[in-house]
């Protein structure tokens, strides 16, 4: 199994800016994806981070709002743009593995937007 | 609609006190079905896959079964340390992502 870190864990942010979530792979995975878990709603795929390419995005998110990085099989960035309190969530990182191709993720990066 | 909907949306039981979750799917051509444990302030944390009717996984205290409609996690004499919220998603289809269920609440009292 993959293990994920994410950084920061949890950040509070002024409305307007922008903040840059980090998720490092403790191994080489070809799928990485970053979701977003707001209370009350299931886990929504926001985006697959593509290696050497741009993110493939869901319905509903766009590329200005959530620039993500992908720079190798390791490492991803996902950035919240001009935030509001609507953006205000956890952003979880993951990544395929396993012999069933499970997803395992991160730890999750707790944002709060004032 | 392709769905997935989980059952009961919360659960307290007693410690020793045997129990159910479930996960019922409308998806056709079922790739997978999925189980998932959270901790507050964590990720989830995997702990089954399931491919077709009849199917059964095992881990200690969980068993986690599948039919045509349903998947069912049963848990055998919990303890307060398997309470959290335990998730299920489905991949069907020729879609990659996964669809996901709301999850249910569980706690074990003492």
């Known amino acids: 199994s993959a293990v994920i870190s994410q950084k920061p864990s949890r950040d509070i942010c002024q409305r307007g800016t922008s903040l840059t979530i980090q998720c490092q792979v403790d191994?080489?995975?070809?799928?990485m994806f970053w979701y977003r878990q707001q209370p009350g709603q299931s886990l929504t795929l926001i985006a697959t981070a593509n290696q050497g390419s741009e993110a493939t995005y869901e319905s509903g998110f766009v590329i200005d709002k959530f620039p993500i990085s992908r720079p190798n099989l390791t490492f991803s960035t996902l950035t919240v743009s001009n935030m509001s309190p609507e953006d205000s969530s956890i952003y979880l990182c993951s990544a395929t593995g396993g012999e069933t191709g499970e997803l395992f993720f991160g730890e999750g990066s707790r944002l709060t937007v004032l | 609609e392709d769905q997935v909907t989980q059952s009961p949306e919360a659960l307290r039981l007693q410690e020793g006190e045997s129990s159910s979750l479930n996960c019922s799917y409308t998806v056709s051509g079922l790739r997978g079905l999925f189980w998932y444990r959270q901790d507050p302030g964590k990720g989830p944390e995997f702990l089954f896959t399931?491919?077709?009717?009849?199917e059964e996984k095992e881990k200690e205290r969980l068993k986690a079964t599948l039919t045509k409609k349903e998947s069912f996690l049963h848990i055998t004499a919990p303890k307060p340390e398997d309470s959290a919220t335990y998730l299920c998603?489905?991949?069907?289809?020729?879609?990659?992502?996964?669809?996901w269920g709301l999850g249910t609440s569980l706690a074990v009292n003492p």
């Open positions: 191994s080489q995975v070809t799928m």
């Open positions: 399931l491919y077709s009717a009849g």
């Open positions: 998603a489905v991949r069907f289809g020729n879609n990659r992502k996964l669809i």
